[in-house]
């Protein structure tokens, strides 16, 4: 018998600890400080039930940061974690994670609102890869848009720039001679990028809306490829409801390596849609959308989410979601249909 309520039950059950938490005044998310230095991260725990496959329970992220400030050109900053362990699944056969170093980087003050940084860090590319942990996004599946068509770590040099703090637009460039350190392991990835080069602008409209845009070029360590790729994304808040889009168009060229999938379009690109609203402060009713087209892929994907989450507190938040799958999913990171819940904190 299929568990198709485990999701429903585990929400539940975040429901009731959340309450229990709030009871007894436990506060989470404010991280370990000694002097310039800090110890902090987050946990990301998933029952996934795609009607396709056997249910499962996974420790999807146990991310640690730690950092410091030296002085001014020595703010070095680390995130090591624990990725996709499944703790217990269907029928048996729990499958180990992989210990990965997600950033390793020295910040440089060159300015006031010039940063040079140095190592493995986040390539600024939209809004959803920069907004890195789980329990700071609204949903628990990524779209292809905000995570997979790209190189989302750059191993190089990056440079930041910001007028005045949010408050007027910030620009960065980043440049990637060679390949990623502290490569991530087969298990984790398909796509491995090289020699990457690109920059993002974004230009705030308030507090919490903005518009960007994005351009990246490089090439395919597995297949040799070489691409070009423009992005955009944008928020924009009405009352209660807030509407987040980013989209992604990458032109691919170059000789196709023996071995690896042959290209069956010069183009890939993708666009995803969200509506976020507001029923209380700590409920939210979500619903999104993408299509998108793999570059090996005959076939587009296009799914939808419908989610509710609830935020006791800043640092703690429970996530309920079905997923519905219309096309072919992407070769390098499938969205199945199924129900997913899952309970994310930082700490």
Avoid: C
């Avoid at 404010?30 to 496959?53: C, K, P, T």
């Avoid at 996709?84 to 060159?110: C, M, P, W």
């Amino acid at each position: 018998m299929r568990f198709k309520l485990l999701p429903l039950l585990f929400f539940q059950s975040g429901l009731m600890f959340s309450a229990a938490s709030q009871a007894v005044g436990y506060e989470l998310g404010q991280g370990w400080h000694s002097g310039n230095y800090y110890l902090s991260g987050y946990a990301n725990i998933e029952v996934v039930d795609r009607f396709d496959a056997p249910s499962r329970l996974d420790l999807d992220d146990l991310s640690l940061f730690a950092g410091g400030h030296v002085s001014q050109g020595v703010n070095p900053f680390m995130e090591v974690e624990l990725a996709k362990h499944t703790l217990i699944r269907q029928g048996g056969g729990a499958v180990s994670g992989d210990v990965i170093v997600e950033r390793f980087y020295n910040d440089a003050k060159l300015s006031e609102h010039d940063t040079l940084r140095i190592g493995k860090m986040l390539t600024p590319l939209g809004d959803w890869n920069l907004v890195h942990a789980a329990p700071l996004i609204p949903l628990i599946t990524r779209p292809y848009s905000t995570a997979q068509g790209f190189d989302v770590y750059t191993s190089g040099v990056g440079w930041l720039h910001d007028f005045e703090y949010g408050e007027t637009l910030d620009m960065q460039l980043y440049w990637e001679p060679g390949n990623e350190l502290f490569k991530r392991p087969d298990s984790q990835t398909t796509r491995n990028f090289q020699d990457v080069f690109g920059g993002h602008i974004n230009i705030p409209l308030g507090m919490v809306d903005k518009i960007g845009a994005s351009f990246q070029q490089g090439q395919f360590e597995e297949s040799g490829e070489k691409f070009v790729l423009y992005g955009g994304n944008a928020i924009q808040s009405f009352g209660k409801l807030k509407l987040a889009s980013e989209a992604i168009t990458a032109r691919f060229s170059g000789a196709v390596l023996p071995g690896a999938a042959p290209r069956l379009h010069d183009h890939e690109s993708g666009i995803f849609a969200l509506a976020d609203y507001a029923i209380t402060p700590q409920w939210h009713g979500i619903l999104a959308g993408e299509y998108y087209q793999d570059h090996v892929m005959d076939m587009p994907s296009r799914s939808t989410q419908i989610a509710l989450n609830y935020r006791p507190s800043a640092p703690m938040v429970w996530k309920l979601e079905y997923i519905h799958q219309a096309g072919v999913s992407a070769s390098f990171a499938p969205i199945h249909t199924g129900l997913k819940a899952s309970f994310s904190l930082l700490f």
